[in-house]
């Protein structure tokens, strides 16, 4: 560290990444969340090679294309709409810019709020979740600040009834609630129908997730026209540029191409409903997840980190967070149908080793 540091970075822990395993054929991934499947088809089409030659020039600050082509899916104005590279940027922009009496989130949620809390000197009204995870709303009843929360939550995965989300919206009305739905696709009904009835909410998009475009780094928030003319603003104080033009086209195509959005994300519950139940059968407990990925441990018989080590062993790659309250527990991305009865197959011969 030089001594130029500013004292807050100098204070901040930085965010560390699932490991970046080298792709190879007998390798599973399954620690940082990602889509098993590829982009739409439309993705690939709509990178022209005249595309790359315009490489040369800016792109669009405005995102215009995009931000119509995501206004007329969700059925709101493209005033109610910023686009970030990866919703990160734009959870960024809202601790920095969005939080002014400070912020709040639960204790055990995405890594990143406190993260970004400790970074812009936004400090943390940290909100303990209850004993089973879930998240209660009368415990922020009294909290003033900028609440984060994300839904699904992650790493729990454990899903917010919308009902729930509109009674901590009417809770405080010049209190802003920023909802993070990274995981909605694969759980319940979003937010994003609340967004012209409530002008203290801001609801956070990713297409790394659902969409398959992770490489792509695009996440969207949807709002009323205020708080998302705000979020431009903070965007045109940082980078205006910072979707570039491969990532706006391909966002643009994974959008309109509904079908093959639908077709992924009910492969990908099935695949977690079926990897939920293995789990359970092998006596892994397993939170009610509503996500791409389970949350699974307090096993009898093996602790979560030796659970880590094997996997790693036979290279299968899952995340293990050592944070309170999740000590015995590993996080596992859901993969295809294949890859997860390979690691229900491995996880079988573990125990079995373990009982021998
Ligand atoms: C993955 C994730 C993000 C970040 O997504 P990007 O769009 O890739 O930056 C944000 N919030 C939560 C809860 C996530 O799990």
Same mark, same amino acid.
């Given at each position: 560290?030089?001594?130029?540091?500013?004292?807050?970075?100098?204070?901040?822990?930085?965010?560390?990444?699932?490991?970046?395993?080298?792709?190879? *054929?007998?390798?599973?991934?399954?620690?940082?969340?990602?889509?098993?499947?590829?982009?739409?088809?439309?993705?690939?089409?709509?990178?022209?090679?005249?595309?790359?030659?315009?490489?040369?020039?800016?792109?669009?600050?405005?995102?215009?294309?995009?931000?119509?082509?995501?206004?007329?899916?969700?059925?709101?104005?493209?005033?109610?709409?910023?686009?970030?590279?990866?919703?990160?940027?734009?959870?960024? $922009?809202?601790?920095?810019?969005?939080?002014?009496?400070?912020?709040?989130?639960?204790?055990?949620?995405?890594?990143?709020?406190?993260?970004?809390?400790?970074?812009?000197?936004?400090?943390?009204?940290?909100?303990?979740?209850?004993?089973?995870?879930?998240?209660?709303?009368?415990?922020? *009843?009294?909290?003033?600040?900028?609440?984060?929360?994300?839904?699904?939550? *992650?790493?729990?995965?454990?899903?917010?009834?919308?009902?729930?989300?509109?009674?901590?919206?009417?809770?405080?009305?010049?209190?802003?609630?920023?909802?993070?739905?990274? #995981?909605?696709?694969?759980?319940?009904?979003?937010?994003?129908?609340?967004?012209?009835?409530?002008?203290?909410?801001?609801?956070?998009?990713?297409?790394?997730?659902?969409?398959?475009?992770?490489?792509?780094?695009?996440? #969207?928030?949807?709002?009323?026209?205020?708080?998302?003319?705000?979020?431009?603003?903070?965007?045109?104080?940082?980078?205006?540029?910072?979707?570039?033009?491969?990532?706006?086209?391909?966002?643009?195509?994974?959008?309109?191409?509904? *079908?093959?959005?639908?077709?992924?994300?009910?492969?990908?519950?099935?695949?977690?409903? #079926?990897?939920?139940?293995?789990?359970?059968?092998?006596?892994?407990?397993?939170?009610?997840?509503?996500?791409?990925?389970?949350?699974?441990?307090?096993?009898?018989?093996?602790?979560?980190?030796?659970?880590?080590?094997?996997?790693?062993?036979?290279?299968? $790659?899952?995340?293990? $967070?050592?944070?309170?309250?999740?000590?015995?527990?590993?996080?596992?991305?859901?993969?295809?149908?294949?890859?997860?009865?390979?690691?229900?197959?491995?996880?079988?011969?573990?125990?079995?080793?373990?009982?021998?």
């Amino acid at each position: 560290m030089s001594r130029f540091l500013h004292p807050d970075l100098q204070k901040t822990t930085p965010y560390t990444p699932g490991i970046h395993p080298p792709s190879s *054929a007998d390798t599973i991934k399954l620690n940082t969340n990602e889509n098993p499947y590829p982009p739409s088809p439309m993705v690939q089409k709509a990178i022209t090679s005249d595309e790359i030659d315009a490489l040369a020039k800016y792109p669009d600050p405005s995102c215009t294309e995009l931000i119509a082509t995501i206004a007329a899916y969700h059925g709101v104005g493209s005033e109610n709409i910023c686009i970030g590279n990866g919703s990160d940027e734009l959870l960024a $922009f809202c601790f920095w810019g969005l939080a002014p009496q400070g912020t709040a989130f639960p204790d055990l949620t995405y890594g990143f709020y406190n993260i970004f809390s400790q970074a812009y000197n936004r400090p943390a009204h940290i909100v303990p979740v209850r004993e089973d995870f879930s998240i209660a709303i009368e415990d922020y *009843a009294s909290v003033t600040q900028t609440i984060f929360l994300a839904n699904p939550n *992650a790493p729990t995965g454990l899903y917010l009834a919308l009902s729930q989300i509109e009674a901590l919206l009417q809770q405080r009305p010049d209190r802003l609630i920023i909802v993070d739905e990274a #995981y909605i696709d694969f759980a319940g009904e979003s937010a994003v129908s609340l967004i012209n009835t409530y002008d203290n909410l801001l609801v956070i998009r990713t297409m790394s997730k659902s969409r398959s475009l992770a490489g792509a780094r695009l996440g #969207y928030a949807l709002g009323c026209k205020d708080i998302i003319s705000d979020l431009q603003r903070i965007r045109f104080c940082f980078n205006p540029y910072s979707i570039n033009r491969l990532s706006l086209l391909a966002g643009t195509a994974a959008i309109k191409d509904e *079908a093959y959005f639908n077709a992924c994300r009910e492969k990908i519950i099935e695949t977690r409903e #079926y990897t939920i139940q293995a789990f359970r059968a092998m006596g892994f407990h397993v939170t009610d997840c509503k996500t791409n990925f389970i949350l699974c441990g307090a096993h009898p018989e093996i602790s979560a980190t030796l659970y880590d080590e094997k996997l790693r062993e036979q290279n299968i $790659f899952v995340r293990y $967070f050592p944070v309170d309250r999740i000590l015995d527990y590993v996080r596992i991305s859901i993969g295809t149908q294949k890859e997860m009865e390979q690691v229900v197959a491995v996880t079988q011969k573990i125990l079995r080793e373990m009982q021998a």
